[in-house]
């Protein structure tokens, strides 16, 4: 079931990354986002079962840190939202000097 | 019986993957993303991973999901049904980059079931063993605090420091 | 090598006998004394120095209607004596005084020990490195020894004469700071007992020469003048460092002591090696000395205070080249062909500088040149092998000619007064201006016609005795080669034309009508006793500070009135220890003098002859130039034509350098600056600039501040890393 494991969390990157790529919605590009992180958690998950428990450790901490990302990206669009009264990217042009 | 399962629930997780990227609004994306975990939660069981399936389903589809819904609900969206995808050249280089990442994982995926090293791991016995022996939780839990409690600590002053960083940002001017 | 009678063997004997006795006084305090009176000067200079400044400010500010107004009232801003101007009345001369006398004391030590090897001095190690280990260390001996008389002896007077010349300066202790420098880097030079030491006062001595002939920096002409004579020393100390440099490689070490008793035995006699060094030194010598090719800056150096040039460019500073010559008299001895080059430049420079003095109207200039002609002598004398009278007319020399320089410092003053009270802008300095100032100027007119006599060489003056004894000398090396008797001619030649303008100057100056105007006339007056009291000192050096070196046979002779007069050959002994070897190398290699003049006729009848020469040199000019009606500055101008204008004009050396140095030079740099500098470097730097701006310019296209641009190119480059993993 390793290969299978592997190829499936293989297509949910590449869909994740195409989200992030082609949507505009801030909303969208960060759930697509939390796929990639799920994907890459599918395939840990997937070694774990061969490599020994260390893993489902990683896999542990990168649900930690996309808690933490959440929490700060989601802070990030209500600020933005306040200020533009929409979350798509397009107007997010500041990020320049 | 496993691997029935395993289909089943692998094709519930791509088609909620495409429906994260291809529905219109964002209630819906984040309806499509919730199948998505969990069919992928249910993968984990048939990998053995029952405390990560566990997690995965509350903190994940519980508390960071509905955090999403939250958010999506506060700040009125759903209603704005304008295309936000993006069209073009900029849509055929993100198909680009994903064929050839596609590619890339797939070269790189192949024949990695029979691995020669594999033989200096424990394998799937190895883990029933361990598994049985300490218990889903147990297994987790003890290299978590012996060997990566460091890691561990830091973890909490990472959401720590997330927590204040959210409140700051968000909060309103006064 | 020389007379037998000229030194006493039993003396020679005794000093070999009783050897080294020479218990030194505190030698360091005597160099410590200038220093210190330079830091005291110099912290008195730097506090008046910002007063002066707010008072040319608020001066400003007042904004007076004339420019007269505007000189008055920095005059009334002057008028209050402040401790800053009074206390370098004191501390400047007197640290003199007190280096004086400890050199005194010190020296009556030397002479009653018989010392024979030089005492060094080691104060701490100065560059201890792996193969050459330099000391500061100091050399008594009998060279440092007189010169170190000189310095702060005639030093001393020229400080007193600076108090009553200088009082009136802004700059009063900015002054006496550079001059009590001056001394002690002086010192330093001619007693440090390697050339590294000697070479730092050698460029101390250079830095306050520099300062001094500045000093009235805001005249442009002036500032200009100090940055020549600073150019033109450089080219002369690239010769003595070179000359160091060579000596090092072939002595492992830079001690005078080592070098010049390794140096019989280890340098081949004429050799190559030996030859480069002495050509070396003596470029440096030439620099220093203001020799031909390196002469022009001294004339121009007088543009400082006129105590300064007696000080610097006529009594201590440009004798360090004939310092030096005696210093390594031995070296000079192991090569003939450098001993026959100073011989020769310094014959030529005399030549040439007195036909330029012939023709000067400005009265310092005439000096200038004069002590230029003297310095050739000089270089006469060492270089065919008597050093001793090379020290002899350079201690004679110092004391005339800083009477002569004093005394034209006091016509100046006078002259200065004059024209400023009634607002004249007349040349202070021009002689023409002058004449009949014998009327106003009583003592300055006596003690300058002694030194007159003194320099055109005139029995019993101190003049006589040792210019006497150069020419001699260079007269009996006939046989060392025909070269000598061509430049014993010149000698002659220089001697005469020394007295004609040396009269001439005294005549137009002191005698005749007076040409300065009815109403300057008035204002003309003795200068104060400060500056008459060390003139008259130095006049009694300038008549009997010749006897103490007179040989036996001239001694015998009328000229030693038979031998009654307390005349001795005093010098020749007291040298005797420091020229001792490179006698030895001369006699050994050249033999001996002839001892008559390369027509005949020995020391005494050549005495008669030089003497009776030069007083009717000075006869003629006086009487030439009593009868002659001279015009004023303005009246005449410059010479137009014929062969005046050129000695006028210097033979035209200065703009003959300018030809073929200066602009050149200019030339190139101007090629440096605008094609090498501007186009190639500045062209560089700023192509590598450009470059970074425009790749700058290129990566902000892509920072285009849209997320999805950014999330595209992170994309692309997880790609990229994934690339590199895989394949």
């Known amino acids: ?97 | ?174 | 090598m020389t007379e037998p009678s000229r030194i006493a063997p039993e003396a020679l004997e005794a000093v070999a006998q009783t050897g080294s006795g020479f218990n030194p006084l505190l030698p360091g305090l005597i160099l410590l004394l200038p220093l210190l009176g330079f830091l005291v000067n110099g912290i008195l200079a730097l506090i008046a120095g910002s007063r002066e400044g707010n008072v040319l400010r608020s001066a400003a500010l007042a904004e007076p209607d004339s420019e007269e107004e505007r000189v008055d009232l920095q005059h009334k801003e002057d008028a209050p004596r402040r401790a800053t101007h009074t206390l370098p009345t004191w501390v400047g001369p007197g640290v003199m005084l007190g280096a004086f006398i400890l050199t005194t004391l010190n020296f009556l030590r030397m002479l009653g020990s018989g010392l024979q090897d030089p005492t060094v001095i080691t104060y701490w190690s100065w560059m201890p490195t792996g193969t050459l280990a330099v000391d500061a260390a100091i050399q008594l001996d009998q060279l440092s020894m007189i010169m170190m008389m000189v310095i702060t002896g005639v030093g001393f007077l020229i400080h007193v004469f600076s108090v009553g010349y200088m009082k009136e300066d802004p700059g009063y202790p900015r002054y006496f700071a550079y001059l009590n420098l001056f001394v002690f880097f002086m010192l330093v030079l001619v007693t440090g007992a390697n050339f590294p030491v000697m070479f730092v006062g050698w460029e101390g001595v250079g830095l306050c020469s520099y300062l001094l002939i500045g000093f009235w920096f805001q005249d442009r002409e002036k500032a200009d003048a100090g940055k020549k004579a600073f150019i033109v020393n450089r080219v002369g100390d690239f010769g003595l460092l070179m000359a160091m440099f060579i000596l090092f490689a072939t002595f492992g070490t830079l001690n005078y002591q080592e070098i010049f008793a390794a140096a019989p035995t280890t340098l081949v006699y004429g050799g190559g090696v030996v030859t480069a060094i002495t050509l070396f030194l003596l470029l440096g010598a030439t620099g220093k000395s203001a020799q031909i090719p390196l002469f022009v800056w001294l004339p121009d150096a007088m543009a400082g205070p006129t105590p300064v040039s007696a000080l610097i460019h006529a009594a201590t500073m440009v004798t360090a080249g004939v310092y030096l010559v005696a210093r390594a008299s031995v070296l000079f001895a192991l090569a003939p062909v450098s001993a026959a080059a100073v011989a020769t430049i310094g014959a030529l420079t005399a030549l040439f500088a007195a036909t330029i003095a012939l023709k000067q109207y400005d009265i310092k200039k005439v000096l200038a040149y004069s002590t230029i002609s003297q310095l050739g002598f000089m270089f006469m004398a060492v270089g065919v092998g008597a050093y001793a009278a090379g020290v002899f007319h350079l201690m004679t020399h110092a004391f005339f000619k800083a009477l002569l320089f004093l005394g034209a410092g006091a016509v100046i003053h006078s002259m200065h007064h004059a024209l400023h009270a009634t607002h004249k802008d007349w040349d202070a300095q021009d002689m023409r201006n002058m004449g009949g100032l014998r009327r106003h100027m009583k003592w300055t007119w006596v003690f300058m016609w002694i030194a007159t006599l003194a320099i055109a060489g005139i029995w019993p003056f101190a003049g006589f005795f040792s210019k006497d004894e150069i020419i001699w000398y260079v007269g009996t090396s006939a046989p060392f080669g025909p070269l000598y008797a061509v430049l014993w001619g010149m000698a002659v030649v220089t001697a005469a034309l020394t007295a004609f303008y040396m009269a001439r100057m005294m005549i137009l100056t002191f005698h005749g009508p007076n040409r300065t105007g009815e109403a300057e006339g008035k204002h003309l007056h003795e200068a104060p006793l400060t500056m008459t009291i060390p003139l008259g000192i130095l006049a009694l050096l300038s008549i009997f500070g010749g006897w103490i070196n007179v040989p036996q046979s001239v001694r015998d002779s009328f000229f030693g009135g038979f031998g009654m007069l307390p005349m001795s050959s005093w010098l020749d002994e007291w040298m005797a220890p420091v020229t001792a070897a490179a006698d030895a190398i001369r006699l050994e290699q050249l033999g001996a003098y002839a001892y008559q003049s390369p027509v005949g006729g020995g020391h005494v009848t050549w005495g008669f002859i030089a003497t009776g020469l030069a007083m009717a040199v000075v006869l003629a000019a006086t009487w030439y130039f009593r009868s002659k009606d001279v015009p004023t500055a303005v009246e005449q101008g410059a010479p137009r034509s014929g062969f005046g204008k050129i000695l006028y004009n210097k033979w035209y050396v200065d703009e003959l350098y300018d030809r073929i140095i200066v602009r050149p030079v200019v030339g190139i740099s101007r090629f440096s600056w605008r094609v090498v500098d501007r186009v190639l470097i500045d062209g560089t730097v700023n192509a590598v600039g450009a470059v970074s701006k425009g790749t700058g310019w290129f990566g902000s296209l892509f920072q285009t501040g849209q997320l999805n641009t950014y999330a595209f190119i992170l994309a692309l480059g997880a790609l990229a890393l994934l690339g590199v993993l895989i394949f």
């Open chain 1, 1 to 97: 079931m390793l290969v299978e494991a592997l190829v499936l969390s293989a297509l949910l990157f590449v869909i994740g990354t195409v989200g992030v790529l082609v949507r505009r919605n801030a909303i969208i590009m960060f759930l697509s986002i939390e796929l990639m992180l799920n994907a890459v958690n599918l395939s840990f998950v997937a070694f774990s079962r061969y490599l020994g428990i260390e893993g489902q450790l990683y896999v542990f901490f990168v649900m930690t840190v996309a808690a933490a990302e959440a929490a700060v990206g989601l802070a990030i669009i209500i600020a933005v939202f306040r200020h533009y009264e929409t979350v798509n990217v397009d107007n997010f042009n500041l990020l320049k000097w």
């Open chain 2, 1 to 174: 019986m496993v691997d029935v399962l395993f289909y089943v629930f692998a094709a519930v997780a791509l088609g909620g993957g495409l429906g994260v990227v291809l529905a219109r609004s964002p209630v819906g994306s984040l309806l499509f993303m919730l199948a998505t975990l969990f069919s992928v939660a249910g993968i984990f069981v048939l990998l053995e991973a029952h405390f990560l399936a566990a997690i995965q389903v509350m903190v994940y589809a519980g508390a960071i999901m509905v955090l999403f819904l939250f958010v999506i609900m506060l700040l009125n969206l759903g209603h704005d049904f304008r295309k936000d995808f993006t069209f073009g050249a900029g849509m055929v280089a993100a198909f680009v980059v994903a064929g050839v990442m596609a590619g890339f994982l797939a070269r790189q995926f192949r024949g990695s079931g029979d691995h020669p090293l594999y033989a200096f791991f424990p394998g799937p016995e190895g883990m029933d063993a361990l598994l049985a022996e300490q218990g889903a939780v147990g297994a987790i839990a003890h290299p978590l605090f012996t060997d990566y409690v460091v890691a561990f600590e830091l973890t909490g002053i990472l959401l720590l420091m997330a927590l204040v960083g959210a409140i700051a940002i968000a909060k309103q001017r006064v």
